[in-house]
């Protein structure tokens, strides 16, 4: 059912409807309805009300067709009336029981997360870095300081071997630089060597671990070493015939 804005022209019109004897008294009820709620109006009852009104001046003897009564006059500023929503009422039951699980499920996202987290660093990360590579980082180290102890101790000793050489402040520094320089570029060479030479003796380990992997040693079945005897004592007599045939030979002599 389609309802119609309430204008003025329409209230004019239903209001002579309503006041003429001769219109349906059932279609004046439900209009009567329809004033008092002020919602809107269906289009079939203006259509009644219009059709009513156009042949009431039709027999009072207008002209019909400069009527403003007919139903495209009255629907001008007119317009299809639509409810307003009405706001719900919100439970509050529902909405604490809607908080609380809004709660727990940003709880366990959290838990979630934060357990992925430790996980991933504390199981992950430890297992790409084992007891090799915590090794090799801990002999990086340990290389580093002693370069480092080392260039520093001969600085301290040219500067001061230097001291017997020349009074110059500036030459003594120069040469101490010198001495800790060059003592520290030939450890961190042989140092590399090392490392390069320790990288292809586990590079070459790895290659024959691939090439030759180990077998599993196959145990024997126990039936067969139950059962089967070895060839040395399937020939050999027991120890118990040979002790009774040497008295008959001692006999027969």
């Known amino acids: 059912m389609v309802l119609l804005v309430f204008t003025d022209r329409i209230r004019s019109a239903v209001y002579q409807a309503l006041n003429s004897p001769e219109f349906d008294n059932s279609a004046k009820s439900r209009l009567r309805n329809y004033l008092k709620s002020s919602s809107g109006i269906p289009l079939d009852l203006m259509k009644e009300v219009s059709s009513f009104l156009v042949s009431k001046d039709g027999k009072l003897g207008n002209e019909i067709g400069f009527s403003r009564f007919w139903l495209h006059e009255l629907l001008k500023g007119s317009g299809i009336y639509i409810e307003k929503r009405k706001d719900r009422v919100k439970n509050p039951q529902l909405m604490a029981r809607l908080e609380q ?10 838990a979630r997360m934060i357990g992925r ?133 001692n006999a027969t002599l």
């Open 101 to 110: 699980i809004l709660a727990e499920q940003a709880n366990k996202e959290y």
């Open 117 to 249: 987290v430790a996980s991933s660093y504390d199981v992950e990360t430890f297992k790409l870095l084992d007891t090799e590579e915590f090794s090799s980082i801990r002999g990086q180290l340990t290389a580093i300081i002693n370069i480092t102890f080392t260039m520093v101790a001969v600085f301290a000793a040219v500067y001061h071997v230097a001291q017997t050489i020349t009074g110059d402040t500036g030459m003594r520094v120069l040469l101490a630089l010198t001495g800790s320089v060059v003592v520290g570029v030939a450890e961190t060479f042989l140092y590399m060597r090392y490392l390069t030479g320790y990288a292809k003796k586990e590079e070459k380990k790895e290659e024959k671990k691939e090439r030759h992997p180990r077998r599993r040693a196959t145990a024997p079945h126990p039936s067969r070493t139950a059962h089967s005897p070895s060839p040395h004592n399937a020939h050999s007599p027991s120890p118990r015939t040979a002790a009774t045939r040497r008295p008959t030979r």
